[in-house]
């Protein structure tokens, strides 16, 4: 039986299957498929090609309609074919399938937390419609969550195309929702028309070329902030380029520029977190934050974050909530005594029922702490920064690369960084890591001279410590 499970956030629906879980493309060539429809003349373009004219036809785009699921006679001038949200979330998803169908006998979906049980009965009668064997669902903050932290406050941060969620997971026998904050009309169109509208500005200021006289140049100017964006997260300014009219113009766009023009929104971010620890009475309590890669790939989040009291920050991976939902359902499904489609409001921790702190191996009192990691005759230096151990990859992270392609590795394969006084390895979801032949599941502490193998048959790493911190 193949599983399939798909992501449920209009910023990039993405869908995984496989052991280990390996992301699909979904969108063509593109292993995310936002939340955009646009009604033609006689079709509906969704996804990637209808975000790809948002700003060309301004009054005809329809992007709200997996954010309000529901069955409500749409308003919007051009929608006279489509009926309501429900409809146009249909066409979306059943786009989606196309592409995938033929790799599933059964699907399983993880959905925003602020769906109620209207909404998911929406989705199970688009499934229906469309044949797709659907047959469970579970929130996106349950299912990526596969690593307990004793003694914090959990907090899940995610955004969305109109709003940012902040969900608190109780730790327990099984992980479960406590409760939530949105910031609604404040997420990722909100953060990018900020962006985009002070750029704008700078161009007319440094140029007199004004983006916005021309709806290609304004569509031109939203399909290079993304690029822009990632650039930043390694460089501190890069230049943005437009041709226009048989002219190139261009500006300097700054990270600290970028990362001010959303201030306010991260403000709001740290504000409803210290509610809900407020709410919760957990103000004195230790909280870790964890992010999706939609959030912590916002230039600035890390730092504006960082005021919040005795915070840790944990990082998601891409897809981390589809390929966390196919590490556990096998025991979602055995635990449950629903014939049918099942809605699960808790999850079991990866290797059993009880909250477990990472693995942390005997230490001698004479044995040092590591501070590099070595592969072959180079030895990559240990920040608080994560080191990705995997193939070569292009999102401008931190990577040691794995030379060997027969090692089965792939990117984001696992990570390594100094987290406080402790060297932490966190294996990724569906990614197989040994230290010392012990197969990693989650993260464990690591000491000097301990042997990381990745993938089969594998590719050998060791931890060693350096007199000199700052060696290579």
Request: charged content about 20%; hydrophobic content about 40%; proline content about 5%.
């Amino acid at each position: 039986m193949s599983l399939l499970a798909i992501e449920l956030n209009d910023t990039g629906i993405m869908a995984a299957t496989g052991e280990p879980a390996v992301l699909l493309e979904i969108d063509d060539a593109h292993r995310q498929s936002p939340g955009f429809a646009l009604p033609e003349k006689n079709s509906l373009l969704v996804g990637r090609a209808a975000a790809g004219k948002a700003h060309l036809f301004p009054r005809q785009i329809l992007n709200r309609f997996w954010d309000q699921l529901n069955a409500e006679p749409l308003e919007t001038p051009g929608a006279r074919n489509l009926q309501n949200n429900a409809e146009v979330a249909y066409h979306h998803l059943a786009r989606i399938w196309e592409h995938v169908q033929q790799r599933c006998t059964e699907a399983v979906v993880t959905v925003p937390s602020f769906y109620d049980r209207q909404q998911l009965g929406l989705i199970l009668g688009m499934a229906q419609e469309m044949a797709m064997p659907l047959t469970g669902f579970l929130p996106q903050a349950l299912a990526a969550s596969a690593t307990a932290y004793p003694g914090k406050m959990l907090l899940h941060l995610d955004i969305h195309l109109h709003r940012t969620e902040i969900v608190y997971l109780k730790q327990a026998q099984q992980l479960t929702i406590a409760d939530s904050q949105s910031a609604s009309d404040k997420g990722l169109i909100y953060l990018y028309r900020q962006w985009v509208e002070a750029i704008a500005k700078e161009f007319v200021r440094t140029t007199r070329f004004d983006p916005f006289h021309q709806a290609a140049s304004e569509q031109d100017l939203y399909n290079r902030l993304p690029q822009v964006l990632a650039q930043l997260q390694e460089h501190p300014a890069v230049k943005l380029e437009i041709s226009s009219g048989g002219a190139l113009h261009s500006v300097a766009v700054t990270r600290d520029w970028i990362v001010d023009q959303a201030r306010s929104f991260y403000e709001e971010t740290v504000r409803l977190i210290e509610s809900l620890r407020k709410m919760h009475g957990k103000s004195d309590q230790p909280v870790v934050l964890q992010l999706t890669h939609r959030f912590s790939r916002l230039p600035g989040c890390r730092q504006a974050l960082a005021a919040v009291k005795d915070c840790q920050i944990a990082e998601l991976n891409p897809g981390a909530g589809a390929c966390g939902i196919l590490a556990i359902w096998d025991r979602l499904r055995d635990d449950s005594h629903n014939s049918g489609v099942s809605f699960f409001t808790s999850r079991p921790w990866q290797a059993d029922d009880s909250v477990k702190t990472p693995a942390r191996p005997a230490k001698r009192p004479d044995q040092k702490r590591p501070t590099h990691v070595l592969y072959g005759s180079i030895a990559y230096p240990l920040t608080d920064r994560r080191l990705i151990v995997g193939m070569k990859n292009d999102d401008g992270r931190n990577v040691l690369q794995i030379a060997d392609s027969n090692a089965g590795a792939v990117p984001g394969y696992c990570a390594i960084w100094l987290d406080g006084d402790d060297v932490v390895l966190e294996s990724y979801s569906g990614r197989t890591t040994f230290v010392d032949e012990t197969r990693v599941i989650g993260r464990m502490v690591l000491n000097c001279g301990q042997i990381i193998r990745i993938g089969i048959p594998g590719e050998q790493l060791q931890m060693i410590a350096c007199l000199n911190r700052h060696e290579t």
